[in-house]
């Protein structure tokens, strides 16, 4: 046997390097009260993706977001069991420090909600609170998150100007630079067009998809043409289960479960 052939065999025996995750659930399991809104749920959020949750509403997409940064500790009736790792470190435990996962994994709501102060402020308000005082520092933060927002352009002269003149899909990319200006790992975001108009929502997936060369997305979403526009995978959640988690193009396309097809078809939800 030849050396090239010897090689090449090596080459096609090395398995493919795993991807990276940033978020394992574990058998996660989360209950309101006596409400079991989060059954088992066994899910890998890759890295650097845009990875869409789907199904009907009360299913637990949101539950599922909230709890990634523990955002449903504030629902005092929620409990939980299972892991769910950030990093290889299980972010259920007591001791881990929520402030610190806050400061790693940003979110984007369904209703844009800047808050009531100017455009700059919105931006440098996260990196104020990191202890950022230098005002060079702080403006080159804002420009660069609003560049990166792709907002820059429509805001450079109103700075100074309340958050509240802005436009719903102005101020939802404004959101999303605010949560840049963190630099955060992983962005969550919850429906973050459904409020928006066609022209605004194609701006926030265009900036979706920019965005996922330098973070990893989770994004729940009702529009299932636009899970398939712009996500890498998909997850199917129905009644708190994950019943499918697949390569977007391959659960549209072929399904492996007929509460999936039924779902995308249309056929319920
Ligand atoms: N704060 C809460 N207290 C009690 N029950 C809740 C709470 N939030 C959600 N639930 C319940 O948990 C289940 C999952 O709700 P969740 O909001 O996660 O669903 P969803 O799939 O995001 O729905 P939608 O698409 O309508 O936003 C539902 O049965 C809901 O009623």
């Known amino acids: 046997m030849s050396t090239a052939t010897l090689k090449k065999e090596r080459i096609e025996q090395t398995p493919q390097t795993e991807q990276n995750i940033v978020f394992n659930s574990k058998s996660l399991n989360l209950w309101y009260g006596e409400t079991h809104a989060l059954k088992d749920i066994?899910?890998?959020i890759p890295e650097k993706e845009i990875t869409a949750i789907?199904?009907?509403?009360?299913?637990?997409?949101?539950?599922?977001?909230?709890?990634?940064?523990?955002?449903?500790?504030?629902?005092?009736?929620?409990?939980?069991?299972?892991?769910?790792?950030?990093?290889?470190?299980?972010?259920?435990?007591?001791?881990f420090k929520v402030e610190e996962l806050r400061t790693r994994v940003?979110?984007?709501f369904q209703k844009p909600n800047?808050?009531?102060?100017?455009?700059?402020?919105?931006?440098?308000?996260?990196?104020?609170i990191h202890g950022i005082r230098s005002k060079k520092l702080l403006d080159e933060i804002?420009?660069?998150?609003?560049?990166?927002?792709?907002?820059?352009?429509?805001?450079?002269?109103?700075l100074k100007e309340n958050a509240y003149g802005l436009s719903g899909g102005q101020q939802?990319?404004?959101?999303?630079a605010r949560t840049l200006a963190i630099e955060p790992d992983v962005i969550l975001m919850d429906e973050p067009t459904s409020a928006l108009d066609?022209?605004?929502?194609?701006?926030?997936?265009?900036?979706?998809?920019?965005?996922?060369?330098?973070?990893?997305?989770v994004i729940v979403t009702h529009n299932m043409q636009q899970a398939a526009r712009i996500s890498d995978k998909t997850a199917f959640f129905l009644n708190g289960e994950v019943v499918e988690f697949n390569e977007t193009e391959t659960l549209f396309s072929n399904p492996t479960d007929q509460r999936t097809e039924d779902y995308i078809t249309g056929r319920f939800g």
């Open 42 to 44: 066994n899910l890998a």
């Open 54 to 95: 789907i199904g009907p509403s009360g299913c637990g997409k949101s539950t599922y977001l909230k709890t990634l940064n523990r955002m449903v500790d504030l629902v005092p009736s929620v409990k939980t069991s299972g892991d769910i790792e950030y990093r290889n470190r299980n972010i259920l435990n007591k001791d």
């Open 106 to 108: 940003g979110m984007v």
């Open 114 to 128: 800047p808050f009531p102060k100017s455009i700059y402020e919105n931006v440098a308000y996260g990196p104020k």
């Open 142 to 158: 804002v420009e660069k998150s609003l560049k990166d927002a792709y907002i820059w352009d429509e805001v450079k002269d109103r």
């Open 172 to 176: 939802q990319r404004l959101c999303i």
């Open 198 to 217: 066609p022209i605004s929502t194609l701006k926030v997936e265009e900036l979706v998809q920019k965005l996922k060369q330098d973070y990893s997305i």
